[in-house]
């Protein structure tokens, strides 16, 4: 006759934790039970809730010994008496485990409620241990409540759930409830090796990792996962077996991806995710991985502090391949990836198609352009932004200049019909001016943007990157620093009056002044106290705004424009009509006209940028408005 087989148990039944110190995760569940026990104030009713696999019923039957224990109760169950044996063997008749999802009926509680009067058959308590509990039925949770509130005194309950929100709260409020929390990636890390090293498994450092990554915070998930690794290795067990196991990508694959997206190669990372498809990958953990590693990037990109950081949990030399591929990415873009990223893994979780879903996300984000604004289009071509307050100014008579730089006389409104570029030569002279009184242009009335920004605060955000301010009496001159800003801040012209007086105390009269130019009175918002002394709105009247005056770089007649840098480009727009009446969608051949510039066209191809959208000023309508 052949002999039986030894049965052969898994990794987490083999090796469960025995008493609270082995139990990996959960020290603030274990070192409160533990002192309860010590000081002998045990409860009659408790309830274990967490996620799947962090120990809940694990714990469960820890207290029941320590309870149960000859030696008890205690914290440190003997682990040799018979109560501890036949505990820990699944065969005490004084300890009943009971599943939720099968005994939820009535007529289990009015079973468990009339054994209640029996004392133990051995043991210091009777101890039941309902697992499942959220699955009990209505009429079950109401059998059960009087004597979960008055047990007798050898009774213990121990309830365990991943879902105590559909327990009913009458039953809640009689538990002790102890909250077990996700197992932190580290500490699954130190177990998977600890028990490889047990098994006597030699384990790749990056599979175990992988596995740890995977288990996302369940012990058992990632002890399950080991197991399986085991079974189909035929000797190490490699990231490349793992990742084919669990139908995941492994992070080296994940790195080369996104590797693909920031270099602008959209047909590499298209084919990464067709492999990655092919070979039976589970797309949205794909899609997760590839966010978090974009997260990541943006992680790598901040200063170094004191604090945690993500990435504190990732290998040294992954690190070292995400700061790198962080150094060729602005913050800006990889924040533009990650908001795509984020909508696209919505759609792609929901969608019957999630590979092709996946495919174009990657295509779209290895092919955007990139974004700039318009004080880095400054910096880029040479220019320094115009400080708060004061527009851009040259030096008279331009002496001094290079390449024949030049004043010019304010554009007449027939010479004006479209919008031209005037390009500034590279002259010391004529850079723009500075007021003195107000360097840093950002903070003039801190207290009174203070108080804006509590109660509009994107407008005092608009107005912190883009308006500066001057109280002079009951004036308040709001200044744009650049026409960007003009439309918006006339637009909120009666909204900054109000919150002005309001802060102040007194009727505040707002002035809005354009490159230099201060709009006439007819313009300005005055708000009147009301009696109460809170500011009424006056509704501001629209006046158009000044033209500033351009300086031309010229070079000599029948060469080439000059190839040095230029410091700034600056539109000249009529000066009667308001810009915005005048303003439309620029035609082909305007828009070819603009990039024909070389210093346009040379910061296009230095910052691979694209022109999105170019309003042009409506000759026609402005010729008639001049008629008149």
């Not at 109560?83 to 007529?107: F, P, Q």
Request: proline fraction near 7%; aromatic fraction near 4%; include cysteine.
């Amino acid at each position: 006759m052949a002999e039986p087989q030894t049965t052969h148990l898994v990794l987490a039944r083999k090796w469960r934790p025995e008493r609270f110190s082995e139990l990996v995760g959960q020290e603030h569940v274990t070192r409160t039970l533990g002192e309860a026990l010590k000081r002998g104030r045990i409860a009659h009713a408790f309830l274990f809730t967490g996620i799947r696999g962090v120990g809940k019923t694990t714990a469960a039957r820890i207290l029941a010994r320590c309870l149960n224990c000859a030696k008890g109760p205690t914290a440190e169950p003997c682990g040799e008496c018979a109560a501890c044996v036949e505990i820990r063997a699944g065969s005490s008749l004084d300890v009943n485990e009971i599943d939720g999802a099968t005994y939820r009926k009535i007529e289990d509680a009015r079973a468990i409620i009339e054994n209640l009067s029996y004392r133990p058959a051995r043991d210091r308590f009777k101890i039941y241990i309902i697992d499942e509990a959220h699955q009990l039925t209505d009429s079950a949770f109401n059998a059960l409540l009087k004597t979960l509130e008055e047990p007798p005194p050898h009774v213990k309950f121990i309830l365990a759930t991943t879902e105590p929100q559909k327990m009913p709260e009458t039953i809640l409020s009689r538990l002790q409830r102890y909250d077990f929390r996700r197992i932190p990636y580290l500490k699954i890390l130190e177990r998977l090796q600890d028990l490889a090293g047990r098994e006597g498994v030699e384990v790749e450092e990056t599979a175990i990792r992988l596995l740890a990554r995977e288990a996302g915070g369940s012990m058992r998930d990632a002890e399950r996962m080991l197991e399986t690794a085991i079974a189909t290795s035929a000797g190490k067990v490699t990231e490349a077996e793992v990742a084919s196991s669990l139908g995941v990508a492994s992070r080296t694959t994940v790195l080369k991806l996104a590797d693909a997206i920031l270099s602008k190669n959209a047909a590499a990372a298209l084919a990464h995710v067709r492999e990655l498809a092919s070979r039976g990958a589970n797309l949205e953990s794909l899609g997760r991985d590839l966010l978090e590693t974009i997260r990541n990037l943006a992680v790598a990109k901040l200063p170094a502090g004191d604090s945690d950081s993500p990435l504190d949990d990732i290998p040294d030399h992954e690190v070292a391949e995400l700061k790198r591929l962080a150094a060729g990415a602005s913050a800006r873009d990889i924040m533009r990836l990650f908001r795509l990223m984020a909508d696209s893994q919505e759609q792609i979780i929901k969608s019957p198609y999630p590979d092709l879903l996946l495919e174009m996300a990657v295509v779209r984000m290895a092919s955007l352009a990139a974004v700039i604004d318009a004080d880095e289009l400054l910096r880029a071509i040479g220019a320094t932004p115009p400080a708060s307050g004061t527009p851009p100014a040259s030096s008279g008579g331009g002496s001094g200049s290079r390449g024949g730089a030049k004043q010019e006389p304010a554009p007449s409104p027939q010479s004006s019909g479209a919008r031209r570029l005037r390009v500034e030569g590279e002259v010391k002279a004529d850079a723009p001016l500075r007021s003195e009184s107000h360097d840093d242009g950002a903070r003039e009335l801190p207290e009174l943007r203070d108080f804006i920004r509590g109660r509009r605060a994107a407008l005092a955000g608009f107005m912190e990157q883009g308006a500066g301010l001057i109280l002079d009496g009951d004036t308040l001159t709001v200044t744009a620093r650049n026409d960007i800003y003009i439309r918006y801040l006339n637009d909120n012209k009666a909204v900054i009056a109000e919150l002005a007086s309001e802060h102040l105390g007194r009727a505040i009269r707002v002035e809005l002044s354009a490159n230099g130019a201060v709009s006439p009175a007819s313009s300005r918002a005055t708000i009147p106290l009301a009696s109460n002394g809170s500011a009424r709105e006056t509704p501001p009247a629209t006046a158009p705004a000044r033209p500033a005056q351009p300086i031309v770089a010229e070079s000599a007649p029948g060469k080439p424009p000059p190839s040095r840098p230029v410091e700034s480009i600056r539109e000249v727009a009529p000066a009667s009509p308001p810009i915005d009446a005048m303003r439309r969608a620029a035609t082909p051949e305007e828009r070819q006209a603009v990039l024909a510039d070389p210093a346009v066209r040379r910061v296009f191809d230095t910052l691979d940028a694209r022109l999105v959208e170019l309003k042009m000023p409506n000759s026609a309508e402005a010729s008639a408005k001049e008629s008149k």
